[in-house]
């Protein structure tokens, strides 16, 4: 079987890369990951221009109707320049829930303007991948009371919430009795928040009484995730290659030294076979719904102990100078480890693996 990329998705990475190169690199993130403000406007409004905030969005609302393969390539691209910008929950799950959940009311009122770039939305769904004490919604007479953590995209018009029966509501921003405060987390490049309910308001999505929407949005999160990761490995493994062939010691690049080498190979003989895993994990979620869940597990786990493996190792090549924010490769570093974390740890990913396969 061959398996790559069409012509059209090796041009939509390379022009979000163009984008992202010139308008939206390491600078940037950094005044935002050391700024007040929690919207990169500029950053979403030239996403929008390319169509990434309405990806995954059909063209009767205003998008263009994607595959989630191509997501992940957006997604890889975002992770590659460590970009501050809303993306996986904002353009891709909670499109996802809206269209497969929600009435065509509420796919009217919501996704033309996600699509557009000028609403941004959030999602969460972290206690359905992991109990954390007084956490968790629930739902009486149409309004939410509890507690939500990790919300993706914190900073948003617009929030999807799970509760404890799995079912999806959406939420405006300015709810009453809606608090949200945005949580201290190591990646300073995408806020991440806890929403807190008393009494609020909600309209539920009808079709996520059946529990299989909220499993294919981790799974679809999982896969995003792994791409992002997938993308500040492959930067951070380019960053030590270029500082091995530049930086000198005793008269020589430390890239001729034989143990600079062999972690330089080792990095790139261990990231490489993670790419055609990442996408056809991306490629199984529209294509090979029986796969689906397996794959994404997989391709979370397994990344990301390759994206930490890499993130150490890349830094160790640059000594010193790795740790500095001169060189900023803590961005990336940090990045693969929230991505690691969020929506279940390689450990109990891999036990919804073999919960899937009924192995245990």
């Known amino acids: 079987m061959e398996f790559g990329l069409s012509e059209e998705q090796v041009l939509l990475q390379d022009s979000v890369n163009r984008y992202l190169r010139t308008s939206a690199g390491l600078e940037r993130s950094r005044e935002f990951a050391t700024g007040s403000d929690m919207r990169a406007k500029d950053v979403i409004t030239g996403l929008a221009e390319l169509g990434v905030t309405g990806l995954v969005i059909g063209e009767t609302q205003g998008g263009v109707g994607l595959s989630l393969l191509d997501a992940a390539l957006v997604a890889e691209a ?26 065509a009311a509420q796919q009217a009122r919501w996704l033309p303007g996600i699509a557009s770039g000028e609403l941004t939305a959030s999602i969460a769904l972290a206690e359905q991948t992991g109990a954390r004490e007084g ?13 939500s953590l990790f919300a993706l995209d914190f900073a948003a018009d617009v929030h999807v919430v799970a509760d404890r029966k799995q079912r999806l509501y959406i939420v405006a921003a300015n709810a009453r009795g809606l608090t949200a405060r945005r949580l201290a987390t190591v ?79 080792e990095m790139a003989a261990s990231l490489e076979p993670c790419r055609a895993l990442v996408w056809y994990a991306a490629y199984a979620l529209d294509a090979l719904p029986d796969e689906a869940t397996v794959t994404a597990c997989h391709a979370k786990a397994h990344i990301s102990e390759v994206g930490t493996f890499v993130a150490k190792t890349a830094t160790e090549v640059h000594g010193g100078m790795g740790f500095t924010d001169l060189v900023g490769l803590h961005y990336w570093f940090k990045r693969i480890g929230f991505n690691r974390q969020m929506l279940g740890s390689p450990e109990s990913v891999r036990e919804d693996a073999a919960r899937a396969q009924a192995l245990v």
């Open 78 to 103: 975002l992770g590659h320049h460590v970009t501050a910008a809303p993306f996986i929950g904002s353009s891709v799950l909670v499109p996802l829930a809206l269209q497969q959940a929600g009435s």
């Open 135 to 147: 956490a968790g919604v629930d739902c009486k007479d149409g309004r939410l009371h509890g507690r």
């Open 187 to 265: 990646d300073a490049t995408r806020p991440t928040g806890e929403l807190t309910f008393d009494g609020v308001e909600a309209e539920l999505l009808e079709g996520s009484k059946d529990a299989a929407v909220v499993r294919r949005l981790i799974d679809v999160g999982r896969v995003m995730l792994a791409a992002d990761t997938l993308g500040a490995a492959q930067n951070m493994l380019n960053q030590a290659v270029a500082y091995a062939q530049t930086r000198e010691q005793f008269g020589r690049a430390i890239g001729s030294f034989q143990a600079v080498k062999h972690m330089c190979a």
